[in-house]
Nanobody, 116 residues
Framework: QVQLVESGGGLVQAGGSLRLSCVVS????????MSWYRQAPGKERELVAR????????NYADSVKGRFTISRDNAKNTVYLQMNSLKPEDTAVYYC?????????WGQGTQVTVSS
């Protein structure tokens, strides 16, 4: 059974940085396309960043381009989301997602709160 565990969320002031981590167990990270999503209160879950498993360039939501960076360390079975220049509108629960069709897996989420 594949499990994803996120960590690294917290409270930060606007302009600050956080790095989220997602540890994958029960599967080989290199075989999955990995993504970060977020969901703010009253809003739908949205894709933040995606990194395929075959070395292609990452994709980012327009709202985070130039500020967020997704990366993976296959040896550690871990995916990261480096978030810089954080804004109050980045406040949300951030979820890690692993996909290898037809399977898709989600973590439990980690809260990120950015104060103004």
């Amino acid at each position: 059974q594949v499990q994803l565990v996120e960590s690294g969320g917290g409270l930060v002031q606007a302009g600050g940085s956080l790095r989220l981590s997602c540890v994958v167990s029960g599967g080989t990270l290199s075989t999955y396309a990995m993504s970060w999503y977020r969901q703010a209160p009253g809003k739908e879950r949205e894709l933040v960043a995606r990194l395929a498993n075959f070395g292609s360039s990452p994709n980012y939501a327009d709202s985070v381009k130039g500020r967020f960076t997704i990366s993976r360390d296959n040896a550690k079975n871990t995916v990261y989301l480096q978030m810089n220049s954080l804004k109050p509108e980045d406040t949300a629960v951030y979820y890690c997602n692993a996909r290898r069709l037809p399977q898709t897996y989600w973590g439990q989420g980690t809260q990120v709160t950015v104060s103004s």
